[in-house]
Structure formats: C-alpha cells, structure tokens
Nanobody
Framework: QVNLVESGGGLVQAGESLRLSCAAS????????MGWYRQAPGKRRELVAS???????NYEDSVKGRFTISRDSAKNTVYLQMNSLKPEDTAVYYC??????????????WGRGTQVTVSS
C-alpha cells in the first residue's frame, strides 16, 4: 500500500508561479517514474510532465520552458515548478507513480488531485 499526499495548488493570477509537491509513503522498494497529469472540466486527462528514475524528463508542449519537474529520491517526492502561469493551465493536477515495486510486485498509484486556478 502506497499513500500519496499532494500539495501546492491554489488560486493565482496570470504570470505568477506555483510549486506542486507529491510525497509518497508506505511499503515499497522503488519507483520507476513519477509524473503530473492534469484535467480541466470537460477535457481529457493529459500528461503534463514526467521524470524517470534516471532523471529523464518529458513535457507537454504547452508547458515547455515554463514548468520544471524534479524529484527527491531520498524523500520519495516529486515536484512541479510552474512559472508564468496562464488561464489555460487551470485544471486539477494529479500525481502519478508508475511501476512501483512493493513486497507483492508492481503497481500504479494516483493522487487525489490538487486544484490549480489561474485568473486572467
């Protein structure tokens, strides 16, 4: 069993910044990759950014140059620094852990989501 705690969401004006955090706790040996997804009302959930255990990163085109994903392996935490926020970034952001190795094998985990609202 793995528990995820997300934080850092909120209401900001366009051009401002937010930093999201996702801390994992529980019984597990390793995490292959961590990422952030987002879902706006009426839209599909999409991958925003991901980072592997080898620190390889991937970003959705619209956030390149503005968002930065990072991780702290010792703390089992992934971060998403969001700068120059735009109203189009408004969505619920979800933390995702891919291929988590635990005592009984592998599993995927999702956070419950944190709201990010950017006003114009």
């Amino acid at each position: 069993q793995v528990n995820l705690v997300e934080s850092g969401g909120g209401l900001v004006q366009a051009g401002e910044s937010l930093r999201l955090s996702c801390a994992a706790s529980g019984s597990f040996f390793s995490i292959d990759a961590m990422g952030w997804y987002r879902q706006a009302p009426g839209k599909r959930r999409e991958l925003v950014a991901s980072i592997t255990s080898g620190d390889s990163t991937n970003y959705e085109d619209s956030v390149k140059g503005r968002f930065t994903i990072s991780r702290d392996s010792a703390k089992n935490t992934v971060y998403l620094q969001m700068n120059s926020l735009k109203p189009e970034d408004t969505a619920v952001y979800y933390c995702n852990l891919d291929r988590v190795r635990g005592p009984r094998g592998y599993a995927n985990y999702w956070g419950r989501g944190t709201q990010v609202t950017v006003s114009s």
